[in-house]
């Protein structure tokens, strides 16, 4: 089954517009999927190819007359890549993109479900066993608000949170929120992360599922 | 507007031959010097232009630091300065009172008088300042003094025209904004009074050219060529991730069209990495050409005086080939 390959007219908008629409577009399509992107100046041309390139898609452009074509065929990796400045460094497991298939989890609360907390805190661990125990491990799980309770010293699901993040998960605290509850100094699993690269990873995520 | 245009129209006018003009148009420098007598001289600037961040006293605040930096590239010390403010009449007159609070904030934290100023009605809010300064005419440090063997430190981070194109496409990180409008609202005063103590060669501010642009003024002004190295350039937090994203304001890429031919960059250098080095910086830091001994002492005093980002990037070398090599 294959898709018709999309085409997006960026002409006449101004620097970041077209790298913004381009990304949208890119955002909602398969891997390997095609779209076109019209472009009309030199510097919406540059930087469209800058951000496709950078962020694992292949690129093409062609010039009739002043405006742009560019055939962008979508990589396997969503994702914005580390960027090498000189050798290539050897990809840590954390840094791996998301295999297709599998589920990013953004975890809000360090409890499940609205209602008396004992249970919230039940049905969390319950979730957690349950998710460690999957045969494909989730992609990636991002805690924030409370949810950074879970991540850290103290939290009821360290051990199925560790286990995940060995089998190749990647587990990521919003640094905002540990700092809020003071609590960065206990991060007992995963790493540190910011807003921009958590939005990053939910951009290019296969499917988020969001526990609140 | 951009550095071709910009030269095309210059070119045109007639220049000055009075021998009390010690800087006028001929070295592109920061400002006019005019030596009034023996021991003063008359430092003269102007720059105003169009918002780069939504809070309109910060903008005030920015767009003064940014005009008075050019007083404190020549190693003067600002002593008058005039408002220009162009202002929409859709917009309620209340912003533009913010405007110009923060910019006689920061004309004040300069230890200047705002004497007056003028104000015309157009589509869209500029505001900036004309300001005039005062310094010995044997203390003006101008663009064209740096010497084969001198040290290049750059005192601020680079990045601020790429945060502000994130910031517009609500992409910047947090940390990164905060970042660049600290140091946009940051005064050169310290940076121009230590460097005065280090008896600095040559000086220039990093503002719309980009780093590379205004570093090719210095070396063309002085006869030599620089050498970066690009791995010591010190960035504000984001800029490498937000520049590989695309996230690259026009003014740029003409910067880089107009220098290409006199930058001869390591061939490792990935794309992104070069639009950094071109990328136009509001209220940027001073690139200071300094004897290679006096460098540390440099760096320790504008560290003492708050300056830790400072960064020796580079150093002058004897005319060669290219005006400007950058190496990884």
Same mark, same amino acid.
């Given at each position: 089954?294959?898709?018709?390959?999309?085409?997006?007219?960026?002409?006449?908008?101004?620097?970041p517009?077209?790298?913004?629409?381009?990304k949208k577009?890119?955002?909602?399509l398969p891997?390997?999927?095609?779209?076109?992107?019209l472009?009309?100046?030199?510097v919406a041309k540059?930087?469209v190819?800058?951000?496709?390139t950078n962020a694992g898609?292949?690129?093409?452009a062609?010039?009739n007359?002043?405006?742009?074509?560019?055939?962008?065929?979508?990589?396997?990796?969503g994702?914005?890549?580390?960027?090498k400045?000189g050798?290539?460094?050897q990809?840590?497991?954390d840094?791996?993109?998301?295999?297709?298939g599998?589920t990013?989890?953004l975890?809000?609360?360090n409890?499940?479900g609205?209602?008396?907390?004992?249970?919230g805190?039940?049905?969390?661990?319950?979730?957690?066993?349950?998710l460690?125990?999957q045969e494909?491990?989730?992609?990636a799980l991002i805690?924030i608000?409370?949810?950074?309770?879970?991540?850290?010293?103290?939290?009821?699901?360290?051990?199925?949170?560790?286990?995940?993040?060995?089998?190749?998960?990647?587990?990521?605290?919003?640094?905002t929120?540990?700092d809020y509850?003071?609590l960065?100094e206990?991060?007992?699993?995963?790493?540190?992360?910011?807003m921009?690269?958590?939005?990053?990873?939910l951009?290019?995520a296969?499917?988020v599922?969001?526990?609140a | 507007?951009?550095?071709a245009?910009?030269?095309?129209?210059?070119r045109?006018l007639?220049? =000055?031959?009075d021998p009390a003009l010690l800087?006028?148009?001929?070295?592109?420098?920061?400002a006019?010097v005019?030596?009034?007598?023996?021991?003063?001289?008359?430092i003269?600037t102007?720059?105003?232009?169009?918002?780069?961040?939504?809070?309109?006293y910060v903008?005030?605040q920015?767009a003064?630091?940014?005009?008075l930096?050019d007083?404190?590239a020549?190693?003067?010390?600002?002593l008058?300065?005039?408002?220009i403010?162009?202002?929409?009449?859709c917009?309620?007159v209340e912003?533009?009172?913010e405007i110009?609070r923060?910019?006689?904030?920061?004309?004040?934290e300069?230890g200047a008088?705002?004497a007056g100023?003028?104000?015309?009605q157009?589509d869209?809010p500029?505001?900036g300042?004309s300001?005039a300064?005062?310094a010995?005419?044997?203390?003006i440090?101008?663009?064209?003094?740096?010497r084969p063997?001198?040290l290049l430190i750059?005192?601020?981070?680079l990045?601020t025209?790429?945060?502000?194109?994130?910031?517009?496409a609500?992409m910047?990180?947090?940390?990164?904004?905060r970042a660049?409008i600290e140091?946009?609202?940051?005064?050169n005063?310290k940076?121009?009074?230590?460097?005065k103590?280090?008896g600095?060669h040559?000086?220039?501010?990093?503002?719309?050219f980009?780093?590379?642009?205004?570093?090719?003024?210095m070396a063309?002004a002085?006869?030599? =060529?620089l050498?970066f190295?690009l791995?010591?350039?010190?960035l504000?937090?984001?800029?490498?991730?937000?520049?590989?994203m695309?996230l690259i304001p026009?003014g740029t890429?003409?910067?880089?069209?107009?220098?290409?031919e006199?930058?001869?960059f390591?061939?490792?250098i990935?794309?992104?990495?070069?639009?950094i080095l071109?990328?136009?910086q509001?209220s940027?830091g001073l690139?200071?050409a300094?004897?290679?001994?006096?460098a540390?002492?440099?760096?320790k005093?504008?560290?003492?005086?708050?300056?830790?980002?400072?960064?020796?990037?580079?150093?002058?070398?004897?005319k060669?080939? =290219?005006?400007?090599?950058?190496?990884?």
């Amino acid at each position: 089954m294959s898709q018709a390959p999309r085409e997006l007219n960026c002409k006449g908008l101004a620097c970041p517009q077209p790298v913004l629409e381009t990304k949208k577009a890119l955002d909602e399509l398969p891997a390997e999927a095609e779209l076109t992107v019209l472009v009309d100046n030199p510097v919406a041309k540059e930087n469209v190819t800058l951000f496709a390139t950078n962020a694992g898609h292949r690129v093409e452009a062609t010039e009739n007359n002043g405006e742009f074509i560019l055939r962008i065929t979508k990589g396997r990796a969503g994702l914005i890549q580390e960027r090498k400045g000189g050798p290539q460094p050897q990809d840590k497991p954390d840094e791996n993109p998301p295999a297709r298939g599998r589920t990013t989890y953004l975890i809000t609360s360090n409890l499940f479900g609205q209602g008396s907390p004992d249970l919230g805190q039940v049905l969390m661990k319950s979730l957690f066993v349950s998710l460690a125990g999957q045969e494909v491990p989730p992609a990636a799980l991002i805690f924030i608000n409370t949810g950074v309770y879970l991540s850290t010293e103290g939290s009821p699901v360290l051990e199925q949170l560790q286990k995940m993040s060995a089998g190749g998960t990647t587990v990521l605290s919003c640094g905002t929120c540990l700092d809020y509850y003071k609590l960065k100094e206990k991060l007992a699993a995963g790493r540190v992360s910011n807003m921009y690269e958590i939005l990053e990873r939910l951009n290019g995520a296969e499917k988020v599922i969001t526990i609140a | 507007m951009g550095p071709a245009t910009l030269a095309q129209v210059l070119r045109q006018l007639p220049l =000055s031959q009075d021998p009390a003009l010690l800087v006028g148009l001929h070295t592109a420098d920061d400002a006019a010097v005019y030596k009034i007598t023996e021991d003063l001289a008359l430092i003269h600037t102007a720059d105003f232009f169009t918002p780069v961040v939504d809070d309109p006293y910060v903008f005030g605040q920015i767009a003064a630091a940014n005009a008075l930096s050019d007083v404190y590239a020549m190693g003067g010390r600002p002593l008058l300065a005039l408002n220009i403010a162009c202002f929409p009449s859709c917009l309620p007159v209340e912003v533009l009172g913010e405007i110009l609070r923060g910019g006689a904030e920061k004309v004040r934290e300069a230890g200047a008088i705002i004497a007056g100023g003028h104000t015309v009605q157009d589509d869209e809010p500029k505001y900036g300042l004309s300001v005039a300064g005062l310094a010995h005419p044997r203390e003006i440090i101008t663009n064209a003094g740096a010497r084969p063997g001198d040290l290049l430190i750059l005192t601020k981070p680079l990045g601020t025209g790429i945060i502000c194109t994130a910031i517009k496409a609500e992409m910047a990180p947090p940390e990164a904004s905060r970042a660049a409008i600290e140091q946009m609202t940051a005064l050169n005063a310290k940076a121009s009074f230590v460097m005065k103590e280090a008896g600095a060669h040559a000086c220039t501010d990093i503002t719309g050219f980009g780093l590379l642009g205004h570093a090719a003024e210095m070396a063309s002004a002085g006869g030599v =060529s620089l050498v970066f190295h690009l791995h010591t350039i010190p960035l504000l937090p984001g800029v490498m991730e937000l520049a590989a994203m695309g996230l690259i304001p026009a003014g740029t890429y003409h910067n880089r069209d107009f220098l290409n031919e006199q930058v001869s960059f390591d061939p490792a250098i990935p794309p992104e990495r070069r639009a950094i080095l071109f990328d136009p910086q509001t209220s940027g830091g001073l690139l200071i050409a300094v004897a290679g001994e006096k460098a540390d002492f440099l760096l320790k005093r504008l560290a003492e005086e708050g300056l830790g980002e400072a960064r020796v990037i580079g150093r002058v070398a004897e005319k060669g080939e =290219s005006l400007l090599r950058v190496e990884t």
